[in-house]
């Protein structure tokens, strides 16, 4: 099974991880709305809502860029609205668009607080939200529906909140929709999912935090590859899961995962938050 004809929608998605689902997507044929905020130039950071759609339709993929602020509840629903009268439907949602900020409790103002929850919690849970009576209507007509959320497995152990407690809570708030959406619309026939590296991913995002050594990650395709394999899979059957990368690959016999290391022959990696 391939996405061929899948009709797609991916928040944040004009760079890094998301741009790297949706040229995925595309080689097979599918319509994707990119649905972020840059569609001028960034002054650090490439990429645009409409360089991706120029990648994407480069790819073989239908491609629909919206300016978006995942943060506003009117643009998150006409931007679905739009995407679906588009397309005609929507089948695959991708929760990807998130805020970061790696500081601890007194170091964290209620700027940057309240950005990481309006963009990671209440965001994905908005976007899901709208999306859900067009994936509903994908299931009804057996288009096996999927929404798929960068996010990673839950754990309360205190090491993954004692250096930035606001940003795990922020990050474990997407990975909470994932556990009750999955639950709430499973009679429906619609997959929700989660998916998170074991490794931490070159992107330009990761390259802004000081300290960190990009070569001793992997590339966003690890994360497509992954992504693929999971929205091929039976929404009726592939749901509630918290998948980690390599561990999604390896279900399909993918071992050598050489090609995706920024530096190939590089054993020593650096590793991402939440797993241990």
């Known amino acids: ?21 949706a040229l995925r997507a595309a080689r097979d044929g599918a319509s994707v709305a990119i649905a972020a905020k840059t569609a001028e130039p960034h002054s650090s950071l490439p990429g645009t809502i409409f360089t991706a759609a120029t990648e994407i339709e480069a790819a073989g993929g239908t491609a629909l860029p919206i300016q978006c602020d995942i943060r506003d509840e009117a643009q998150i629903a006409a931007a679905i609205a739009q995407t679906a009268q588009a397309f005609g439907g929507i089948d695959i949602l991708i929760n990807n668009a998130s805020a970061i900020n790696l500081t601890k409790t007194e170091a964290t103002p209620a700027k940057r607080f309240d950005l990481m929850f309006d963009v ?12 859900i009576p ?40 997407m990975s909470m929709c994932v556990l009750g959406m999955s639950e709430e619309f499973k009679r ?46 039976d929404s009726k059957e592939c749901t509630g899961n918290f998948f980690v990368d390599d561990e999604v690959l390896a279900s399909e ?23 241990d």
């Open 134 to 173: 067009y994936l509903r209507e994908s299931a009804a007509a057996g288009r096996n529906p999927h929404i798929l959320t960068l996010s990673p497995p839950l754990s309360m152990k205190p090491k993954w909140f004692k250096n930035h407690v606001a940003y795990t809570m922020a990050k474990y708030g």
């Open 1 to 21: 099974m391939n996405l061929a004809g899948k009709r797609i929608f991916i928040t944040g998605g004009s760079r890094g991880i998301g741009l790297a689902i």
């Open 253 to 275: 016999g993918i071992t050598d995962l050489d090609k995706y290391a920024v530096v190939p022959g590089t054993t020593d990696f650096l590793l991402d938050f939440f797993l």
């Open 120 to 131: 990671n919690v209440r965001g994905t849970f908005l976007t899901s939200q709208a999306a």
């Open 188 to 233: 429906d026939g619609i997959a929700v999912n989660a998916l998170w590296p074991r490794t931490a991913i070159d992107t330009a995002a990761l390259a802004m935090i000081p300290g960190i050594d990009t070569s001793t990650c992997r590339t966003p395709e690890i994360l497509s590859d992954s992504a693929h394999i999971i929205l091929t899979r």
